[in-house]
């Protein structure tokens, strides 16, 4: 990470949307994900109906960094070297003796201690985003259930069921089409799953752009969600705050691919229209890649290396792939430099008196896992017991290497000392 960063010497300055500008009330929005997966695996593909239920001690398996093997139905945490540190088979926690006949101390069968090394493939997925932690708990459920049902059963399949749960959630017409449960709830009651950005972050950008600073919101969500996120969060004129507004941009795809793959796309009513040959004037647009957004940011500042700074809280989608191919600074959003202390366990209420998505609260997913340990540090097991048996997680590393620095939200920013 950078010893030294000004966010003064950048000319333009950009943000995701999701969990970065737009912080989501996780003990509400993190169910609410688990369930639109849950119900379609139940009713639409036939998986056991105890994956519907989910007590508040079930949300400590959640812990980002997890990687699943999508063939062994295995949960692990990587080491910086790549060795396994923790691992699970489903909900179940492998202890030490089983841990070392199954993993010893070698790198993992998919570790590259390079770039090389993906948050998803065809092999594993690496959860690394509050987006992706509920689907960690489904997943890690479903391999209970199945293993449980198929006596002992040590390959899985149940991977592409998830993708069809995304796709039927999330397309991008779903939003539009009120498919699932998902978009249906957050537009029917938005102030519970959102929070509104404080006052201290609205006056920060505008300070940005009074200095002179380009602003840029770069999100992989669609126009219609977007619009309503803003809205919400920023209020009518949310729009005037920003000079380029990107959305569809299919991260990390926007920084990896060439433009020849990735077009940008004209939008009219959140529909996309046309593709465009480049970049050539502000707006909202639509997919896209960074090096036509870099090609007109050169003519809007009039410097031939103009620098940015972006903000984004996923490593796979935002960090690592606008510093590796863009060569961007860096600003994680890291909610897990929080700790607990913003959380309070929620008094007893009746049942009947919550509505359909509501059940018992679970404490925020940035808070300590007790089953996985910290997201930034860890023992390696049958080691504890000697002078310094720590070690940093594949996680950790990655931050180290790939963000200017780390912060816990934009507020840390826009009103320190508030923080």
């Given amino acids: 990470m950078a010893q030294h960063f000004s966010l003064a010497a950048c000319d333009v300055v950009g943000f995701d949307l999701d969990h970065t500008l737009c912080r989501y009330n996780l003990p509400e929005s993190a169910p609410l994900i688990y369930n639109s997966f849950a119900e379609f695996l139940?009713?639409?593909?036939?998986?056991?109906?105890e994956l519907l239920t989910v007590t508040p001690e079930d949300w400590d398996f959640c812990c980002k960094g997890l990687a699943l093997d999508l063939e062994d139905g295995n949960f692990i945490k990587l080491a910086d070297n790549g060795t396994v540190l923790r691992a699970s088979h489903g909900t179940r926690m492998m202890a030490p003796e089983e841990l070392a006949k199954e993993y010893g101390r070698k790198e993992w069968k998919h570790f590259m201690s390079d770039t090389g090394m993906a948050c998803r493939s065809g092999k594993y997925y690496i959860y690394d985003n509050y987006f992706d932690l509920p689907g960690a708990l489904l997943c890690a459920r479903v391999v209970d259930s199945l293993t449980k049902q198929h006596n002992g059963q040590k390959t899985f399949d149940f991977w592409k069921d998830i993708v069809a749960g995304i796709q039927h959630n999330y397309k991008m017409s779903a939003f539009?089409?009120?498919?699932g449960i998902y978009f249906p709830?957050?537009?029917?009651?938005?102030?519970r799953y959102l929070h509104s950005c404080p006052e201290s972050v609205k006056k920060w950008l505008r300070q940005l752009r009074n200095a002179g600073k380009i602003l840029l919101l770069i999100t992989s969500s669609h126009s219609d969600y977007c619009?309503?996120?803003c809205k919400h969060i920023l209020g009518n004129d949310f729009a005037d705050l920003f000079d380029i507004v990107i959305t569809n941009a299919l991260k990390p795809g926007f920084f990896s691919h060439l433009p020849s793959q990735r077009p940008f796309r004209r939008l009219e009513d959140d529909e996309e229209q046309e593709a465009l040959p480049s970049l050539d004037k502000p707006g909202w647009y639509s997919q896209g890649n960074a090096v036509h957004l870099y090609e007109l940011l050169?003519?809007?500042t009039g410097k031939p290396e103009p620098k940015v700074v972006y903000f984004g809280d996923s490593m796979h989608s935002d960090?690592?792939?606008a510093r590796h191919y863009s060569n961007w600074e860096t600003v994680l959003i890291l909610e897990e430099l929080r700790g607990d202390r913003d959380w309070k366990p929620e008094e007893s209420e009746p049942l009947e008196k919550k509505?359909?998505?509501?059940g018992q609260k679970a404490k925020p997913l940035y808070s300590l896992s007790n089953k996985w340990g910290s997201f930034f540090i860890d023992s390696i097991s049958g080691l504890e017991n000697t002078e310094d048996p720590s070690v940093y997680t594949w996680s950790c590393k990655r931050i180290s290497t790939y963000s200017t620095i780390a912060i816990p939200s934009i507020e840390a920013i826009a009103?320190?000392?508030?923080?």
């Fill in 42 to 49: 139940v009713k639409e593909k036939g998986y056991d109906k």
């Fill in 176 to 179: 539009k089409e009120n498919c």
């Fill in 227 to 229: 619009r309503l996120l």
């Fill in 319 to 321: 960090i690592f792939p």
């Fill in 355 to 358: 509505g359909k998505y509501e």
């Fill in 185 to 191: 709830e957050i537009k029917r009651d938005p102030g």
């Fill in 415 to 419: 009103a320190p000392r508030n923080c």
């Fill in 298 to 300: 050169k003519k809007m």
